[in-house]
């Protein structure tokens, strides 16, 4: 048996004609960028996030990069983020100019360590001598959110914004004080990825930022399209970060299958859960799933942690199974960052998971002999 770490042509199946039909419409209308079907497809995400404002961008990066650009942060200034993420995080932070200060990960959660936040800026300030902080860019890793709240209260005590990096994330919940919010309506800014591989993934590069603050959302709106406004008048430099109206046709399909698709992801992550119980393979938690919550992980990622990781890889790949490693070297160890002078050892968690992370299929269509296969060779690999 083969089974791949995600199948799209199984998930297009069930959906070719709707899909068709809607990029149909905008072959008719030859309108491209941006445009109606845009403007719709915020509005929908808006809605589904629980933000004021939602606006499409040309992928999550570009999101990352606009959302920075909106609060002015650029040279001298320090924004706060995760040493365990994709690279895009931290790579939007070094292209404005400012420098990203890596924290360690909480080793449950994957997610940053408001502990290490409060340490980093409150303690001995060395990672910090000459910039000003400005901004926190929690990443809610895998498609769990990160532990918002202490890190709101960090954040309002020393005067720093909120990006969330949501781009796993879209539509996990987070339980606030009394209410469930969602990924990207809990700090300024929300930034979403619709990459392919994401769980709402379209026929190219897109994203979003959502905001609850409609002056950033204007700004960002100029941001995207150079800065102009009105057309051909520049008071400020942005950049082309605009969202094509194929991509939000297929989008705004998709989205209507998003928390099912959810659903048959939660139910895949609970069947390797018990499998894999009692083994030394240590199963993802989701840590918010006694909240009474509809959506406390949207497992983008199923990750299991094992000590003998990559003969297990090794032996999943022979056996016809798609793994990977999200991600093998942390961000502060990353060559382009070396001249920032972090050395291994200096953010133990995150040097810790990349060594021991293994992502397993979990998208929606598996069937439970995938499901089977997948769990029992990782079993049997564990024994060898
Ligand atoms: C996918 C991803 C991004 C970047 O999104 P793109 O649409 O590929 O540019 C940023 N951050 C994280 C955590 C991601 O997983």
């Not at 959660?109 to 860019?137: H, T, W």
């Not at 008048?233 to 194929?246: M, P, Q, T, V």
């Not at 297929?250 to 992550?269: C, E, I, P, T, Y």
């Amino acid at each position: 048996m083969k089974v791949p770490l995600l199948d799209l042509k199984a998930q297009y199946a069930g959906m070719r004609e709707e899909i068709r039909r809607a990029m149909d419409e905008i072959c008719d209308q030859q309108a491209f960028i941006l445009g109606p079907c845009v403007e719709q497809f915020e509005q929908e995400t808006a809605e589904y996030c629980g933000s004021a404002e939602a606006v499409g961008v040309s992928s999550g990066t570009d999101a990352l990069l606009a959302a920075l650009m909106a609060l002015g942060i650029g040279p001298g200034d320090a924004v706060i983020t995760s040493a365990y993420s994709f690279f895009a995080t931290a790579g939007s932070i070094a292209r404005t100019g400012a420098t990203p200060v890596f924290v360690d990960i909480d080793p449950v959660s994957f997610n940053i360590d408001p502990a290490a936040v409060k340490e980093l800026l409150e303690a001995p300030r060395k990672r910090l001598q000459g910039l000003v902080p400005k901004a926190l860019m929690p990443v809610h890793l895998y498609g769990q959110c990160a532990n918002m709240t202490p890190l709101q209260a960090i954040a309002a005590e020393h005067g720093l914004n909120i990006i969330e990096d949501a781009a796993q994330a879209i539509g996990a919940e987070y339980p606030a004080t009394d209410v469930a919010v969602r990924a990207g309506a809990i700090g300024d800014m929300g930034c979403f990825s619709f990459f392919p591989s994401k769980n709402l993934g379209g026929f190219g590069d897109g994203g979003m930022i959502t905001t609850n603050t409609p002056a950033l959302a204007e700004h960002l709106r100029r941001l995207r399209n150079h800065g102009s406004e009105p057309k051909y008048y520049h008071s400020e430099i942005g950049g082309n970060f605009r969202l094509d109206a194929l991509q939000a046709a297929v989008l705004r399909v998709k989205l209507k299958h998003l928390d099912q698709w959810h659903r048959r992801r939660s139910r895949n992550a609970a069947f390797y859960n018990r499998a894999f119980a009692g083994s030394p393979a240590i199963t993802p938690t989701a840590v918010y799933a006694d909240r009474n919550l509809n959506h406390p992980h949207i497992y983008n990622q199923y990750v299991i942690r094992l000590e003998k990781r990559d003969q297990v890889w090794e032996h999943l790949k022979k056996a016809g199974i798609g793994c990977e490693v999200y991600y093998p070297v942390p961000l502060h160890l990353q060559e382009c960052f070396s001249a920032l002078g972090y050395r291994p050892g200096e953010l133990p968690e995150s040097e810790k998971a990349a060594n021991e992370t293994l992502a397993l299929p979990i998208y929606p269509e598996l069937t439970d002999e995938m499901l089977d296969y997948v769990s029992k060779t990782v079993l049997q690999a564990l024994q060898l």
